[in-house]
T-cell receptor, first 112, second 116 residues
Framework: KAGVTQTPRYLIKTRGQQVTLSCSPI?????VSWYQQTPGQGLQFLFE???????NKGNFPGRFSGRQFSNSRSEMNVSTLELGDSALYLC???????????FGQGTRLTVV | AQSVTQPDIHITVSEGASLELRCNYS??????LFWYVQSPGQGLQLLLK??????LVQGIKGFEAEFKRSQSSFNLRKPSVHWSDAAEYFC??????????????FGGGTRVLVKP
């Protein structure tokens, strides 16, 4: 069974640009969550989607948004990039509500 | 608000020695509890989970963890460490059934170094 797939693995963007990251969950999983990992702040929850609806949202500015499609694939978008957005962005998929999460390899975003 | 504390930022252990990583959580009820491991530049791999029942849970790679409600702890252990266990370990909690979905709150992590 294929795991969680995140694309691309690495990205370099310029301050002020926008970026879209993609996540394909494990087949049959309906929940997708996104996390930001930085050396200073650690792992922080961004948002969670379940059956195309955002169910949870973390404490991030509105520049961070996401969506989930009918096939459970998810994208997150960051607009007007700032240097502080440089991080490893991790996607996790879960079969149902309140079940364990399985993580992808992450997308390393560098903002210059 | 729920929180997770991993008191040890770094731990150095000799290969073959035992390992124990500490995790304390703050939550209004018994949450779901997890341990994840992360190798450099990689994603997180689930080692084990506790939802309910037996308070001693077994995971992959020879790891086990014990839930102690009275101490709000969920410590991870391994009897004999291998060089490949060098990585960063994260304890995480999720909300109780029907409440917070799959949102995870993570501890700050413990980096494990293994001496030959």
């Amino acid at each position: 069974k294929a795991g969680v797939t995140q694309t691309p693995r690495y990205l370099i963007k310029t301050r002020g640009q926008q970026v879209t990251l993609s996540c394909s969950p494990i087949s049959g999983h309906r929940s997708v969550s996104w996390y930001q990992q930085t050396p200073g702040q650690g792992l922080q929850f961004l948002f969670e989607y379940f059956s195309e609806t955002q169910r949870n949202k973390g404490n991030f500015p509105g520049r961070f948004s996401g969506r989930q499609f009918s096939n459970s694939r998810s994208e997150m978008n960051v607009s007007t990039l700032e240097l502080g957005d440089s991080a490893l962005y991790l996607c996790a998929s879960s079969l149902q509500w309140n079940t364990e999460a399985f993580f992808g390899q992450g997308t390393r975003l560098t903002v210059v | 608000a729920q929180s997770v504390t991993q008191p040890d930022i770094h731990i150095t252990v000799s290969e073959g020695a035992s390992l124990e990583l500490r995790c304390n959580y703050s939550y209004g009820a018994t949450p779901y509890l997890f341990w994840y491991v992360q190798s450099p530049g990689q994603g997180l791999q689930l080692l084990l989970k506790y939802f309910s029942g037996d308070t001693l849970v077994q995971g992959i790679k020879g790891f086990e963890a014990e839930f102690k409600r009275s101490q709000s702890s969920f410590n991870l252990r391994k009897p004999s460490v291998h060089w490949s266990d060098a990585a960063e370990y994260f304890c995480a909690v999720a909300g109780v059934r029907g409440a917070a979905g799959n949102k995870l709150t993570f501890g700050g992590g413990t980096r494990v170094l293994v001496k030959p």
